[in-house]
């Protein structure tokens, strides 16, 4: 069995969570509709006043303190996630000016859904363990003895309706996130997963460590 250097498993993680900050700033600039995730974060930045990237990382935290009761156990990219997506998502989301004209914010959230893809088969791929996020979702599956589709139509839905009665943007834009999230991500997992013999992630399919 084929397994890539640490050295291009350390690059794969470095560029992958930064760049997945960055597809999510796009999908929230473009205000046509979010990942559950996000949508509850940013529904949270409403009423909180803090950014919607600080607000990811304290989900992330929160989510991985969930994972105690579970019993799994973070690695480095799990931390890393934590650490690293959120800021990226505020830094970028401050970088970018306002955007009204409808044609380029379609372009935002189908640009900002790309580089999830890419930026998840980069940081899955470097196989330096899961997002927060899916690690609650195969918790729930060895734990309560959930099937893993449950766990996550559970989780995700919950979070969406939460997000929802918030504030946090669903739209038109989250089906289509939902619809090409998961084939964008198969194809950069498939030409960047270290190892040849590829393992399936927590939803079924390789999917986003979601930032939220």
């Known amino acids: 069995m084929f397994h890539a250097s640490l050295t291009r498993r350390i ?3 470095s560029v992958g ?7 999510v700033a796009l999908t929230v600039e473009a205000g046509l509709g979010l990942d559950p995730w996000t949508v509850l974060a940013e529904g949270l930045s409403f009423h909180t006043g803090l950014g919607v990237g600080w607000v990811v990382t304290l989900l992330g935290a929160l989510v991985l303190l969930a994972w105690i009761p579970l019993r799994e ?12 997506v959120g800021p990226a998502i505020q830094v970028t989301l401050d970088l970018i000016p306002p955007i ?8 935002l959230l189908l640009g900002g859904i790309a580089l999830v893809g890419l930026a998840t088969g980069l940081y899955v791929g470097a196989r330096f363990g899961p997002g927060p996020r899916d690690g609650l ?3 729930l599956h060895r734990r309560a003895g959930w099937p893993v589709w449950r766990a996550r139509v559970t ?7 939460l997000g929802w009665l918030l504030g946090g943007t669903v739209g038109l834009g989250t089906v289509v996130y939902a619809l ?5 991500a198969d194809v950069a997992l498939r030409l960047l997963d270290t190892r040849r013999t590829r393992e399936v992630s927590a939803a ?6 979601t930032p939220a």
């Open 155 to 161: 989780v995700e839905l919950t979070v969406l309706g």
């Open 11 to 13: 690059a794969q993680l």
């Open 137 to 139: 979702m195969t918790g």
């Open 180 to 184: 090409l999230i998961g084939p964008c």
């Open 73 to 84: 156990r973070p690695g480095i990219g799990t931390v890393l996630n934590i650490l690293v």
């Open 17 to 23: 969570l930064p760049l997945y900050g960055v597809g």
């Open 204 to 209: 079924g399919i390789p999917v986003a460590p």
């Open 100 to 107: 009204d004209a409808l044609p380029a914010r379609i372009a």
